[in-house]
């Protein structure tokens, strides 16, 4: 149980474009989704928090009109990098919680999309 | 605000040898959970070990288990019998038992299994 996907797995795409990436969970609904950016050899730094329904909370230093996150219902969330650039390249984990599945407050985690920006 | 952290940047084990990868943190809050999280090459985070601060006994799941000294603010992990699937990054996190259940993260440890 407590199985959570993300799509794409690797993305290239050309600066000045946008990208999509998908977070769902599969066996249970998340009230709440994290994304997280990771640089190679690092640990996970948060970008934002949302809750379904809700707009989501970003972290100091996070651009919230170039990452564009969406957590429309309890088992989708989206992150769109608009107009990306290299500099944009990383690689994004998303996470879901839930009091009911995660009655701990553990994150379940997705395997991580790299995007890579030409 | 909580911090956690990882004072060993690499660790190295003998393959069946046994291996502690320390982690401190610091909290105002009483009541609070922990965690070890592995991310192999694959980078895919998977929950190894939880504990929750109201317990006094260290939680064990199979070959891994901690030592909680909740006064001292130390959570490390004790890998036995290592087997080369281990080898890994691992991260020590701190979450509060409120709503939000924000993670916060070490800096991480990582290891290498030797044959």
């Known amino acids: 149980g407590a199985v959570v996907s993300q799509h794409p797995s690797w993305v290239i795409c050309k600066s000045g474009t946008s990208v999509k990436i998908e977070c769902r969970s599969l066996d249970f609904q998340a009230t709440t989704m994290f994304w997280y950016r990771q640089f190679p050899k690092q640990s996970l730094m948060l970008m934002a928090t949302?809750?379904?329904?809700?707009?989501?909370?970003?972290e100091q230093g996070v651009e919230k009109d170039k990452f564009l996150i969406n957590h429309a219902s309890l088992t989708l969330s989206t992150l769109t990098v608009t107009s990306a650039h290299p500099e944009d390249s990383s690689f994004y984990i998303c996470?879901?919680?839930?009091?009911?599945?995660?009655?701990?407050?553990?994150?379940?985690f997705g395997p991580g999309t790299r995007l890579t920006v030409l | 605000a909580q911090t956690v952290t990882q004072s060993q940047p690499e660790m190295s084990v003998q393959e069946a040898e046994t291996v502690t990868l320390s982690c401190t943190y610091d909290?105002?809050?009483?009541?609070?959970?922990l965690f070890w999280y592995k991310q192999p090459p694959s980078r895919q985070m998977i929950l190894v070990i939880r504990?929750?601060?109201?317990?006094?006994q260290n939680a064990t799941e199979n070959r891994f288990s901690v030592n909680f000294q909740k006064a001292a603010k130390s959570f490390s992990l004790k890998i036995s019998d290592s087997q080369l699937g281990d080898a890994a990054m691992y991260f020590c996190?701190?979450?509060?038992?409120?709503?939000?259940?924000?993670?916060?993260f070490g800096s991480g440890t990582q290891l290498t299994v030797l044959p």
């Open positions: 996190a701190f979450t509060s038992t409120g709503s939000a259940r924000q993670l916060t």
């Open positions: 949302s809750n379904e329904g809700s707009k989501a909370t970003y």
């Open positions: 996470s879901a919680s839930d009091p009911v599945a995660s009655p701990y407050n553990e994150q379940f």
């Open positions: 909290t105002s809050e009483s009541d609070y959970y």
């Open positions: 504990q929750e601060a109201y317990k006094q």
